[in-house]
């Protein structure tokens, strides 16, 4: 993305302290940088906020939008090129200077930002927030950086693909080696590096309509290819669209949109109205459910643990017919008697490496050990779950990650488990979708660069009758 905003500060003005002026959009991705870092914050949740206290909106939160979350997927990257340049262990420089050179390196190697004004830009951002020295050592950097393309540095800084292909990829495409290497496994190493480089794309805003509050014709954008309910929209701010402020439609990933469409398409014996959400939080999945429900006659009950969660469900199910309750909980012991509900998801908390590109900061906070503790969660949840469905009643579990214990070891070691259990054919569910087929029989894996969705995991199970 090129920089739209001539209307900036000059270079070298001053403030009325005499401080160098900031350039307001790239002062606001430095303090999403900042929040990211120091807080934990998400950069989807804090950077709204921080648009908002800049008064940016249009082409600039576009600009910044793109500035931090490109400059955070491609940190790894950016970190190989930075230590070449610098004279010192980059643990050494200053936090805030190491986040600006990211953000500068961004602009210099992968937007279309003019040299000197992504170096000017970025040393005035330092001598603001820093000092004027830091703005030296920055300006220093920047220079050595934008002597090559991207491609040239990564054939500097990267090693031979034939020789070290983990480490390759962990550099070239910007992710933890573990984490190339659970994504190998799962996808094969003829597709590894289009996962990867699809992984650094910013993804596509795409709307769910939800049936019986809104239609798909309501809301502008190109149809999704998969989803029944959804459109990709071209650009501008979802929440200005009439249906989604008003919570008849809503933000949603098109592969999120086919796991709750998955459930409901299920066939069931018997009576059919009470359906579970057993790890509803954010609700969107939970919001396309209840309406699915209210079509058939049926009430959904949504269960959260946490408490603030469990509050974003009961936003996303405000005025939504079909809602029989939203219910704070442990999903593992659950507050329902057995044999309860005819239909249940179970949305596991996971590792999230299905949606690195919407969630930029993730590849930077899952370690390897998170792995164990998250799928002995995730076994319990599909147990629990299984118990509080009735005899002939379905299971969708669902995790937004491909990594293999997660999805085929889960679903193995329950139904090992288990012998009032059987898995069946989930492709069925989305006979639309190609290339499909997921690491066990009859499972479903969605792919960000097949589908153009988040890695979605889904298992169908039933209940013996």
Not at 51 to 79: K, M, P
Not at 355 to 380: F, H, N, Y
Request: net charge positive.
């Amino acid at each position: 993305m090129a920089d739209p905003r001539p209307r900036g500060p000059q270079r070298g003005s001053r403030t009325s302290t005499g401080r160098t002026a900031a350039d307001p959009a790239r002062l606001a991705a430095l303090e999403v940088m900042k929040a990211v870092r120091v807080d934990g914050a998400y950069t989807n949740l804090v950077l709204p906020a921080v648009l908002r206290q800049h008064g940016l909106s249009g082409r600039d939160a576009a600009f910044t939008t793109e500035l931090v979350s490109g400059t955070i997927r491609r940190r790894g990257t950016y970190d190989a090129i930075l230590a070449a340049c610098v004279d010192r262990p980059l643990s050494k420089v200053e936090a805030k200077v190491l986040d600006a050179l990211r953000l500068g390196t961004h602009q210099l190697l992968s937007m279309r930002v003019p040299t000197h004004a992504a170096i000017s830009t970025t040393v005035d951002l330092v001598r603001a927030k820093v000092s004027s020295g830091a703005g030296g050592f920055t300006n220093a950097v920047l220079r050595q950086v934008a002597r090559q393309s991207l491609a040239e540095w990564i054939g500097r800084v990267a090693p031979d693909p034939r020789v070290a292909p983990t480490r390759f990829a962990s550099i070239a495409y910007s992710h933890p080696r573990w984490i190339v290497d659970e994504l190998r496994s799962a996808v094969g190493a003829e597709e590894l590096f289009d996962l990867l480089a699809a992984d650094n794309e910013p993804p596509r805003v795409t709307l769910v309509a939800r049936p019986g509050r809104s239609t798909r014709e309501e809301l502008p954008g190109e149809r999704t290819p998969f989803s029944p309910y959804g459109v990709v929209l071209a650009g501008g701010d979802p929440g200005e669209i009439p249906a989604v402020a008003e919570g008849r439609a809503g933000v949603q990933d098109e592969g999120s949109q086919l796991v709750a469409a998955s459930l409901a398409a299920a066939s069931v014996e018997g009576p059919d109205d009470r359906w579970l959400d057993l790890c509803a939080g954010p609700g969107g999945k939970a919001a396309l459910l209840a309406a699915l429900a209210d079509q058939r006659g049926a009430g959904l009950v949504a269960a959260e643990r946490q408490e603030h969660r469990a509050r974003l469900v009961q936003r996303a199910l405000r005025g939504a017919a079909g809602t029989l309750g939203v219910v704070t909980a442990d999903g593992t012991a659950p507050p329902f008697p057995p044999d309860r509900f005819d239909r249940v998801l179970v949305d596991a908390p996971c590792t999230g490496l299905g949606a690195l590109r919407r969630r930029p900061e993730a590849r930077w906070r899952r370690r390897a050990d998170d792995l164990l503790g998250l799928v002995l969660l995730q076994r319990r949840l599909l147990s629990s779950a299984l118990d509080l469905t009735r005899p002939g009643g379905v299971v969708l579990y669902a995790t937004c990650s491909p990594v293999l214990s997660e999805t085929r070891g889960v679903v193995s070691s329950v139904l090992e488990s288990r012998g009032d259990v059987w898995l069946e054919d989930a492709r069925a569910l989305v006979p639309d979708v190609p290339d499909c087929d997921g690491p066990m029989p009859g499972t479903v894996q969605l792919w960000p660069h097949r589908h153009g969705t988040d890695a979605m995991f889904l298992a169908l199970l039933r209940r013996a009758g």
